[in-house]
Every structure is written in C-alpha cells, then in structure tokens.
C-alpha cells in the first residue's frame, strides 16, 4: 500500500466538491497541498460524442440506473471529473425562501445562501436564453400553459456559446455548459489542487482515508489515473467529503461513524419523477436547440409538484412510458411527433426513506413513496396532460393512467380519467436525479449529522460538502443551492486552517 499525505482532502469532484476545491485553492499559494480525489474518469473534449448509450455508461453511474432496495425507481448521478454537473442541463435556480425557512437549521439563514447563490449563478454565466435557442417543445408548453393562465416562467441556464444540440444529460459536445469540468476545477488546479480520477475513497478514518485507483479499462473513454492503480493511505489533517447523497452517507456508514451519528443516512429525498409525452400531428422540433427553457412551479406548495420542459432520448423514452406492445411502439414510432414534459414530486423526508450499505459496503437507497409523493405525480401527471392537449397534442401517454393512452377525443374527460388513475410502485415507472440528504444539517447527533457549516459533529476535521447537507427536500433543481453551501463550508475552512493545520 502507498501512503500520501496532504493537508486537505476532498473527496468527489461535482457541485460540492468542484466549488469547494476552488474557493480553498488559494491556500496552495501558502504552501497547503490539496487533493481532490475522484471515483469517476476525466474525458477528454473530443470523447463527448453525445452517443446515448456510450455516454450514458462513460458518466453514469450504473449507466444512469441505480435502483432503488426494491426497484421501484432508478436515481441517475454522474460518476466523472465534474461529477452530476456533466450530464446536468444547467437550469440554475436560486434557494426558495420558504424552503430554507421550513429547514430551520440554526445558523443557516436564506440571505447568507441566496447572496452566495448569486454569485456562483454569476460566476457560470447563469442567463435567460435567447430566443434561437428556445425550441418548438419549448414554445409548446409555454403556449398550452398560458391558454390554462398557468404562470409559466423562463430557467436561467448556465451556458456558453451554446449551439442547441439537445445533449446536456450526456455530456455537451461543445463545452457549453459550465458544470464544475469547465469552470471550478480548471481554476483549482490552476492554483495548485491536484485531482486524481478514477480513485475511489473506500474507508474514511481519524484523519486518514484509504483508497483505490482503478486501472483504466481497455476500450474504456478518458485518461488514465495520474496515479499507478493500486491501495493508497491518504493522511489529510481536513477531510471534506462531496461523493454525493447516495455515496457520502454510505462511506461515512461503511466507516463505522454510523454509531455515534445516529442520523446518518436518514432524511433522504430526490424529486421522484416521469414523463409524459403528447403526440401531434406534424413533426415537433425537440432535439435542437436548449431542451429545458420553462417551468411551472405554482403548485410546488399546495400539490407538491413542479413541471419543466424537457428532451429525452429514445432509450429513456421508452423505460419511461408504462405498458408495452403495440401501444408502446405505437408512441415510440412517432417519436419525432413527441412533445414533453417532465413531472417532479416536491417529495419530504420520511423515518423510512434513507441510505444504508450492503455488506460489501455498497450503498442500499431504500426508498418508499409517500402519500404527498405520489399525490404530487398524479396531480403533476394531470396538469401535464392538460397543458399537451392545450398546445394541441392528438394523444397524450399518462403512465399512471388505466389505459396509458389518451385520445384528444377523451380530453374533456380528462378529469375523470385522472381520478381512477392509479400509481403502481414498480409498474410506474418513476426515476429521480436530485437525490438529496443523508447527511442533513442542524444542532447536534441526536437531529443531525452536521453543523450549518458541514462540520461532522465531533469531528472537527471533518466537513461534509454536497447535496447530502439538505434537511429536507429543496423542490426546486438543486445545483446552485449546493454550491452556495459548499462556500460555506470553504469559508469555514479558511477561517479555521491555522487552527486545524
Ligand atoms: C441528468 C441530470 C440532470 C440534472 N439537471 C440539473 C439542472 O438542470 N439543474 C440543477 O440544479 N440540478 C440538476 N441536476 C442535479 C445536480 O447535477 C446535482 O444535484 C448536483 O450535481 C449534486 O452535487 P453533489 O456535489 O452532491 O454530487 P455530484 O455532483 O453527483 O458529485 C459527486 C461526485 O463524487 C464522486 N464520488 C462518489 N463516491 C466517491 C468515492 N467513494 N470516492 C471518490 N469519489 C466519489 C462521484 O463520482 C461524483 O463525481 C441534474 C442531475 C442529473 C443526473
Ligand atoms: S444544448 Fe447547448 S449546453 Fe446542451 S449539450 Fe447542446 S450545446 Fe451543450
């Protein structure tokens, strides 16, 4: 086993890791060594084919289809340099305010996070897309919203020369979009923090992490770890984890912390969604342009749901309509017909849904829908189908109705349809790529597993930095807010590095 010594380690490299890794780069100017250490591997420009099952295995972990202890729904994170921000769309929102007020974490107020939002929003070039760039998916929905009065709004996104070619959640083959890959990490390594890919962090302990570095696979995308594979000892007198809500419970829990933090891999959430897509008569333009300019979030708080436009490729397509057959084929041959619209449940923490591990120390993500859950995708599932046929759809596929599909000739008895509807766990198919909590924010062990600042109660050395900090669920897409808490968790450390050095 080699042994390595830093002064700080992170471990992970997305929206928490990518952030905190450039905000306490400058300490490498006094001499500090920095690692960030990364399970995933680092692609080179040119390997970003936009290829949906190549890239889907190149930056997924379990290819985009980690499921759920009882199958019931599959979570998609990124696994590479740059973590989820490769394969995300970009959409940057701004923490809610009565969402950060319902967290109620002492010490955490809403103006400290939204200013420190505003920046990272800033800083990756967060805007309103012109209008080129909004495509016929895209002005759909906004049409058949505003004939209902919904109160439609524009995402900011966070791209750069943007040339629309729909493939955000595989990677942008034109390093537009300004995920950690393109704008934190370089900056950090500028100043000096190295990053090591495809090295996993298997144990975390008193001031020291073991670790293995994987060899490259043959006919594998990206480079080679800096490092020879192999075991390493890492000693690292400040230990930041930022592996994710799925992985940074589960290593803190393979570690043996689960004892004294008894909270540890509790409060999970991941805006459980689907997707329902309505077919026109005429060919819809959806595969150029940005896919994800609108959304409707007027019935986050009264029916726990949000809608976004969105573009998925025929692969996820078809895992994301129910039935099969002829039915299915039937919407899948119209696939350039397709508009749709994805359905996110504003889902809330439960005693039941939370991270543990296997005995191989792998994570195990149990999860059950809640009544509020699935009141949120049903009521989302039908407001979805109404904005289609406003906007002009001849059929519209709603998963969890009896018959998925709807004739425009049934529109009126939409209502009706949706009341005997009925959602399936493990029939419906539902997927979820914000999971969030494990390692959620508050006063001490017995609510908690951090302070508002990330630290590990009791263990001074040790900070937590990514999604896994959220008490409870966001409701809205979660990057930005990520970021403005890994600033504080990097400020923390700034302010502190004489002390714990
Ligand atoms: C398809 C998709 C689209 C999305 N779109 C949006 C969007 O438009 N807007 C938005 O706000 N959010 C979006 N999100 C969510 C957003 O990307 C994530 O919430 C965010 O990136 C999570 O940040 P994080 O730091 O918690 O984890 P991640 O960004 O997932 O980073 C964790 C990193 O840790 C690494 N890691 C894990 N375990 C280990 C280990 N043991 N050792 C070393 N490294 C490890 C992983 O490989 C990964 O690179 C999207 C997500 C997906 C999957
Ligand atoms: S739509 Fe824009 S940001 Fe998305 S993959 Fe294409 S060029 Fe990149």
Redesign the pocket.
Known sequence: MKRISYDIVI????????TVAQELSPLCRQGLRIAV????PRLRDDEFTGRELEMAGAL??DG?GFLTADGTMTI??????????V???????LPPERVIRRWDVPGLTHADLDGRARKFMAENNAHLVEDGLINENNKLFVEGCRKLKYDVQQ?P?NIKGCRGSSL??LGCPNQAKQG?DRVQLPRAEQNGVEVVTR????TVGEKTLA?RVAAKPAGAKGDPSPWEPGDYQIDAKIVVL???????P??LLRSGMGRSLPRLGYGFTSHPAFIIVGEHARPIVNFVGHP?SYYVDQFAESDRFVLETCMYFPFITAKSMAGFGEPHSAFMRAFPRLQMILVLACDEADAHNRVTIDKAGRPVVHYRFQPKGIYGLMSGAYTAAKILFAAGAVRVHMPVARDPTIEAGDAGRLEEIAAAAEFRPGKTPVSA????GGCGMGIGPSDSVTDSYGRVHGLPWLFV????LFPNSLE???????MAL?DRVAQRIREEVPALL
């Open positions: 471990v992970g490299s997305g929206a928490g890791g990518g250490l990364e399970k995933g997924y972990e985009g998609a994170f990124g696994c590479a340099y740059g973590g989820s921000t394969v995300y769309t970009g959409t940057s929102m995402f996104v955000c959640n950690t090295c996993e962090v298997l670790a930022s592996a994710g809500a799925v992985n940074t589960a290593l994800k790529a914000h999971p969030q930095a990514d999604a896994s809205i897409n979660p990057y930005v807010t990520i890994a």
